[in-house]
């Protein structure tokens, strides 16, 4: 090969081989804290709240195309959940949320350093009582082989946006929203006069963490 030629040629292949390696950052794990902020139901009869609270999400996602993944997310966080209660006056329970989501991903198909995402998607809500001292007097727990667990599913919805830091590093902000049933536990007096499952609420994420790529 001619010395004229070696130089585009050569060229060429670095230009692909530095194509390919972008390319090849398909997968991301993130890490973010979180806050949680459970909308109040106005059922006249079964009113329904819950305490704001922190928490964190940690997620993997996987881009099948420059502008399109799919990610499936874990986060965590611990609040009380208030219910009214004719026997009681008001019941208090506390419990630890487990949440457990897949999405879709529409991002943007660009090289800039901040790129702005949007989700939708499903999942599950697992509540787990405690084994507190409140929860123990009501009657709710899981001890002694007795289980007041309730799962919920949820419509996932959201967006946030990506500022990088390096090539493999980014911070990410995002809002995710979650509709769902809120959970009962059969607390006594819930059931009284048809007073049930209080209904549909919504929870409000917002969070902010890293993105590791690779």
């Known amino acids: 090969m001619s010395k004229k030629l070696l130089l585009p040629v050569l060229g060429a292949l670095c230009l692909c081989a530095a194509s390919a390696s972008a390319q090849d950052l398909r997968s991301e794990v993130s890490v973010q804290g979180t806050a949680n902020f459970t909308k109040s139901t106005n059922d006249l009869f079964s009113p329904y709240s819950a305490t704001r609270s922190g928490g964190f999400l940690a997620g993997y996602r996987y881009h099948l195309t420059p502008w399109f993944a799919v990610e499936g997310d874990y986060a965590y966080t611990r609040n009380t959940q208030n219910f009214f209660d004719p026997l009681t006056f008001g019941a208090g329970v506390q419990t630890n949320i487990h949440e457990l989501t897949g999405a879709a991903v529409l991002t943007a198909n660009n090289r800039g350093r901040v790129r702005p995402y949007f989700l939708a998607g499903?999942?599950?809500?697992?509540?787990?009582?405690?084994n507190s001292l409140s929860n123990s007097l009501l009657g709710i727990g899981n001890s002694l082989g007795f289980?007041?667990?309730?799962?919920?599913?949820?419509?996932?919805?959201g967006g946030g946006v990506d500022f990088?830091?390096?090539?493999?590093?980014?911070?990410?902000?995002?809002?995710?929203?979650?509709?769902?049933d809120a959970p009962g536990f059969q607390v006594p007096g819930l059931g009284f006069l048809?007073?049930?499952?209080?209904?549909?609420?919504?929870?409000?994420?917002?969070?902010?963490?890293?993105?590791?790529?690779?």
Do not use: C, I
């Open 194 to 214: 048809g007073l049930g499952t209080p209904g549909l609420t919504h929870l409000a994420q917002p969070s902010v963490g890293l993105v590791w790529r690779f």
């Open 122 to 130: 499903g999942g599950e809500l697992l509540f787990r009582p405690t």
């Open 164 to 180: 990088d830091l390096t090539r493999f590093m980014a911070l990410r902000a995002e809002y995710r929203g979650l509709v769902f």
């Open 147 to 157: 289980s007041s667990n309730q799962s919920k599913p949820a419509f996932l919805y």
